[in-house]
């Protein structure tokens, strides 16, 4: 942690949960810099998606393509399995 920064990574996590704060446990799960867009159907998911891309553009975040997945119906989140019928532990 460079000088002064000591206390970063709960700064962040508190920003992240107000600027995602009406959309947190409804379709989005956040955890300091891991964010999960969830929905119900296909045709929800992209609308969660749009509204959760316009919310980072206007906080100007940045987020890295290589670590971006779009579309899967299970993934590994924080050592757990996260799957339609719920979550697992790995």
């Known amino acids: 942690?460079?000088?002064?920064?000591?206390?970063?990574?709960?700064?962040?996590q508190r920003a992240m949960q107000k600027i995602f704060d009406d959309l947190l446990q409804k379709n989005v799960e956040?955890?300091?810099?891991?964010?999960?867009?969830?929905?119900?159907?296909?045709s929800g998911h992209i609308n969660d998606l749009r509204v959760t891309?316009?919310?980072?553009?206007?906080?100007?975040?940045k987020m890295n393509p290589l670590k971006?997945?779009?579309?899967?119906?299970?993934?590994?989140?924080?050592?757990?399995i996260v799957r339609r019928r719920g979550i697992e532990i790995e």
């Open 30 to 42: 956040c955890y300091v810099d891991d964010l999960v867009v969830k929905s119900k159907t296909r």
């Open 68 to 80: 971006c997945a779009f579309g899967v119906s299970s993934r590994k989140f924080l050592g757990f």
């Open 53 to 61: 891309f316009e919310r980072v553009r206007r906080y100007q975040l």
């Open 1 to 12: 942690m460079p000088f002064g920064l000591k206390n970063i990574g709960a700064t962040y």
